[in-house]
């Protein structure tokens, strides 16, 4: 197995600018038995770790969220010696308290998704993950002690709707989502952080606001309005990068083995050996180490 390495997916624009803090720079086409990453994966050195970067979406923006290749992503970082993953993605807020340009480390989800895969086991397997905490609280904690020490404008916690897409929420459905207890919408996190606990991987969703969504009235006419939405990207783009760099320079164990989503396939296998798909098994054993 590689050294540990911690893992980046993030979108668009990033990618650019998580390697200008990365020295010792080089980047792989990795295949995987779920097809190809959607990019590239750019290695190098950050701050005091090794790090692995993917760009979610593929180069020029490729991939749309039903469309992203989630399962290659994952077990590609799994293959790389990933063991601790910090998502990046851009959300609409539905809490006034939650303002755009803020960041929030989403701690809940509530899975709208209905045409990805979401399991690296079909048809090797019954797998059935622990979900509970969905993300890694261990992780999150460590995060949110970084916010608060650098002040960082941070929520810590908050319950991420992931919905199909690529449209966005009418506005009954955007109230529906307030009163089921969502914080934030957004159309990437699912199956994402789903496949990272199959493959037993440390999961920390840090989320962009860039707007409020449509339950709240926006004043205003479209040109401003989309102006204001790139504008709140930026500055939550800027406060994550910093953020993630504050995290990547730290003297915290990101990369324990002693975490409970470290061994979350430990009593997972539920069906019989004789009945597993052997073969199928033995191509996913990446995930098991
Ligand atoms: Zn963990």
Redesign the pocket.
């Known amino acids: 197995m590689a050294e540990p390495v911690i893992g980046i997916i993030g979108g668009t624009g990033l990618g650019s600018a998580v390697r200008e803090y990365m020295t010792d720079v080089s980047s792989e086409q990795v295949d995987t038995p779920f097809g190809s990453a959607s990019d590239e994966i750019i290695l190098g050195k950050f701050g005091n770790y090794r790090a692995a970067f993917i760009n979610r979406h593929g180069s020029g923006h490729k991939y749309s969220p039903s469309r992203v290749p989630y399962a290659a992503n994952i077990y590609a970082l799994k293959k790389l010696g990933v063991r601790?993953l910090i998502s990046i993605g851009a959300v609409g807020s539905l809490r006034e308290q939650i303002q755009p340009g803020q960041l929030v480390l989403a701690d809940q989800f509530i899975d709208k998704t209905y045409s990805r895969a979401n399991t690296f086991f079909d048809g090797a397997a019954a797998v059935h993950c622990e979900f509970s905490h969905p993300t890694?609280?261990?992780?999150r904690a460590e995060f949110a002690k970084i916010t608060t020490q650098q002040k960082f404008n941070t929520h810590n916690g908050g319950c991420y709707v992931c919905m199909e897409g690529p449209q966005f929420s009418t506005r009954a459905e955007s109230l529906m989502h307030r009163s089921w207890g969502g914080d934030l919408i957004g159309m990437t996190a699912l199956p994402e952080a789903k496949l990272a606990r199959e493959a037993q991987i440390?999961?920390v969703l840090l989320c962009l606001v860039s707007d409020y969504d449509c339950w709240k009235e926006h004043s205003g006419d479209g040109e401003g309005l989309l102006a204001e939405i790139l504008a709140n990207i930026k500055q939550a783009t800027d406060n994550c990068l910093g953020l993630v760099n504050a995290v990547m320079n730290s003297q915290a164990e990101f990369l324990?083995n002693d975490?409970?989503?470290?061994k979350s396939l430990e009593k997972a296998l539920w069906t019989n050996p004789k009945q597993q798909d052997e073969e199928k098994i033995r191509k996913l054993s990446v995930l098991f180490k």
């Not at 890694?136 to 992780?139: E, G, I, K, P």
């Not at 975490?259 to 470290?262: A, E, I, K, L, Y």
Request: aromatic residues 8%.
């Open positions: 601790t890694c609280d261990r992780l440390c999961y324990s975490c409970t989503c470290r």
